[in-house]
């Protein structure tokens, strides 16, 4: 038996996680712990709340809220501690960095100290491949490279990673360290680009992409990351990170290539706009050590952008309500002043 508090876990990679360890564990009872901040949605749980009442349950609460942490993890029982709450968009960071600073660092260190104060948790923290920065080369990023954050956002989740391991070496706190690549997938709010791009092209919207779109990513299916968590979750040594990704890399311009063709869209819809203050152009990943314990990625990148473009045609109940919402003003606040350019940038 094991019962997990998973925070965040009513946003993006959280619910998918959640409904991947519920459907694959019988024995194991999760508890959703989430602020509900605009990118957390009960929508995204319907199903999970239907499927498996007995062994789900959901708290509102803020990771920053130290007393609302240590009651949910008494009223519970929890012994595992998954944290997927952050606040996640690179362009919300440059705008507003504050919350960035709250939720994922602040946070990080309450659930730390209340891990530490119930007798050591397991605890796993859910981080990203920004925190390496931008790799040059054909370098791929190993986990004992130095972390070089260059975004609010990465700078920010690159404080939670130090936070876990420090945790780990002064207090012995039995944790690991997941690093994934951009997800994609359903029930990913629509800023971040693939939705963003799905659902601007079915309203025959342009498709803003930043400079020449020659930038680099690794778009990994969500499944492929909730089942690699879970593997370090199980299999992973403790005190250890873990790269999550295909291991491979595609152009944005590629990736919009694909998701215009699955539309069956024309190119014409492609903006060249001016770029994001600071983009990093390539994250790449050697995931050598997650395929050692026995994990492997189902989806290539182009079957990671058709499924999740069919998902958005098949589900405009999850993702027109949002864009009609707060959503609109912050679309207005990034991209009405943004420049097009006449001829994508160098
Ligand atoms: P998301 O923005 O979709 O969801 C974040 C969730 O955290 C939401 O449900 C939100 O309500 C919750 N939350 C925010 N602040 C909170 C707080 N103070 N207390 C409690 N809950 C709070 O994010 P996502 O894309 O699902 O990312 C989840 C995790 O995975 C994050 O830690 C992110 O850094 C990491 N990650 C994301 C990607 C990606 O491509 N999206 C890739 C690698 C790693
Ligand atoms: P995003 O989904 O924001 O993820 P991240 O910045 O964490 O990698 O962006 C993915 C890539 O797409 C990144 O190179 C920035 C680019 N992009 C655009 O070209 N246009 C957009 O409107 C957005 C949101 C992103």
């Given at each position: ?10 946003g993006?990679?959280g619910?998918?996680?959640v ?40 708290m509102?609460g ?33 705008l507003?960095?504050?919350a960035?600073m ?9 659930l ?22 931008h ?50 997938g ?6 971040k680009?693939?939705p963003?791009?799905?659902t ?11 400079g ?13 990351h ?14 250890e990170?873990?790269?999550?990704g ?11 290539e ?30 050598d ?44 606040r ?5 420049k097009t350019?006449?001829?994508p940038?160098?």
């Open positions: 038996m094991q019962t997990m508090l998973v925070t965040g876990g009513a993006f990679i619910s998918n996680f409904r991947y360890v519920l459907e694959q564990h019988t024995d194991t009872t999760v508890v959703v712990y989430d602020k509900l901040t605009y990118a957390g949605r009960m929508e995204n749980l319907v199903d999970v709340a239907e499927n498996f009442a007995g062994r789900y349950h959901f509102q803020d990771i920053c809220d130290a007393p609302a942490v240590n009651a949910a993890l008494d009223q519970f029982g929890i012994d595992t501690i998954v944290n997927f709450a952050a606040e996640t968009h690179v362009d919300r960071s440059i507003d960095p504050d960035f709250r939720t994922d660092v602040y946070g990080t260190y309450v730390l100290e209340a891990a530490q104060k119930h007798g050591g948790l397991r605890y796993h923290q859910v981080s990203t491949d920004e925190v390496y920065g790799i040059h080369g054909d370098h791929r990023s190993l986990e004992t490279d130095c972390m070089a954050p260059r975004s609010p956002y990465a700078a920010s989740k690159a404080g939670g990673d130090h936070l876990v391991n420090a945790y780990h070496i002064t207090y012995g706190l039995p944790i690991t360290i997941s690093r994934g690549a951009n997800n994609i359903p029930y990913q709010y629509p800023e680009v693939v963003l791009f799905v601007n092209a079915l309203n025959d919207m342009h498709l803003p992409v930043y020449d779109g020659g930038q680099q990513r690794d778009y990994q299916y969500v499944q492929d909730c089942a690699g968590i879970d593997m370090v979750l199980r299999r992973g040594v403790i005190g990170s873990y790269n999550v295909t291991g491979k890399e595609m152009t944005n311009l590629r990736m919009v694909i998701l215009l063709d699955e539309l069956g869209k024309p190119a014409s819809l492609i903006r060249h706009v001016e770029d994001r203050a600071g983009h990093d152009r390539r994250y790449c990943m050697n995931v050590k997650l395929l050692a314990l026995g994990w492997e990625p189902e989806y290539t990148h182009e079957e990671a952008i058709r499924a999740t473009v069919r998902w958005y045609v098949a589900n405009p109940w999850w993702w027109e309500p949002i864009r009609s919402g707060e959503f609109k003003e912050y679309y207005q990034v991209y009405g002043q943004r350019l006449s001829t940038a160098a």
